[in-house]
């Protein structure tokens, strides 16, 4: 019988196994098929309070649409998977939408969105010990490095310890990385191309191997920059979506550029796709597949 999203309390309620025995039975696939790219939709925002979308400020916060949302875009041809937290893949899980489906588990969403204590990016997520439970495929860890923080090592040795520990139950991790800082009390992420680049050879070398590790990079805010940055690690990497923007065009052809670099292997994206401006996800997720 077919799961309803309505039906989700009462079966989370009645029946809390049904999570543990659906991810049991979850038909599985390998991280990277035969096309040689990923194509992953990302949800992991909410978890960090993060529920804006362009001016809506709860755009994330309606579940039940949410879950609509990820659910018609997993049925899209050429999207290989999600990476979300604990609660909305369980939702997934139960729904039978992640069948054949790379499953990607989000680490760390400690560091509140607009909090005092934002750039604190504590792993409160999955542990690595969680996601081979589940056997779900892969992680991503958020590592944000302010210079003017001295909190910020304290980052960079949990994210190296996630990566020796995703390592030890082989793993892939993906580790998005950013130099930040905060201006006029709010935190931003410097996508300079000397910021970006800096970023990934600082992420390249965390924990005692990076044999499982893989780079989730935004496009620099110069997309002909990608090139240079990307020379700075022989690490797989994927893009990163990033915010909704006004000009979606303009987005889509600089995902495009990047996406013919060597060692670009796909894209993770959220917001843009599941929430687009003229509101079509299906429209917006062909869109994506089709640059790769």
């Known amino acids: 019988m077919t799961t309803r999203i309505s039906d989700i309390p009462a079966l989370r309620a009645r029946h809390p196994e049904a999570v543990a025995e659906a991810a049991a039975r979850r038909a599985r696939r390998p991280l990277v098929g035969d096309s040689g790219r990923l194509m992953i939709v990302a949800a992991d925002h909410p978890a960090r309070g993060a529920l804006a979308v362009g001016d809506r400020a709860l755009a994330m916060a309606n579940r039940a649409d949410l879950l609509e949302r990820l659910c018609l875009a997993l049925s899209r041809p050429g999207v290989d998977g999600v990476l979300a937290t604990a609660d909305i893949l369980e939702d997934l899980l139960l729904l039978g939408a992640l069948e054949n489906r790379v499953v990607m588990g989000s680490l760390n969403r400690g560091g509140i969105a607009g909090a005092s204590f934002e750039m604190d990016d504590r792993f409160t997520g999955h542990r690595p010990q969680d996601l ?161």
């Open 132 to 292: 081979a439970r589940l056997r779900f495929d892969a992680g991503k860890l958020l590592l944000r490095i302010d210079y003017d923080d001295p909190g910020s090592v304290e980052t960079l040795e949990s994210a190296a310890r996630a990566v020796d520990a995703m390592a030890a139950l082989r793993l892939p991790v993906f580790v998005e990385p950013f130099l930040s800082r905060r201006v006029d009390g709010r935190v931003r992420n410097d996508l300079g191309a000397e910021a970006v680049t800096t970023s990934v050879a600082i992420a390249s070398g965390l924990g005692g191997t990076s044999a499982y590790t893989w780079l989730k990079l935004p496009v620099t805010e110069d997309p002909d920059d990608m090139a240079r940055v990307c020379e700075t690690s022989t690490l797989p990497t994927v893009l990163l979506g990033g915010e909704v923007s006004r000009d979606q065009d303009r987005t889509y052809e600089k995902w495009r550029k990047a996406l013919r670099l060597p060692s670009v292997q796909g894209l993770v994206a959220g917001r843009s796709l599941l929430y687009p401006g003229d509101g079509d996800v299906a429209k917006a997720v062909d869109t994506a597949v089709g640059l790769l």
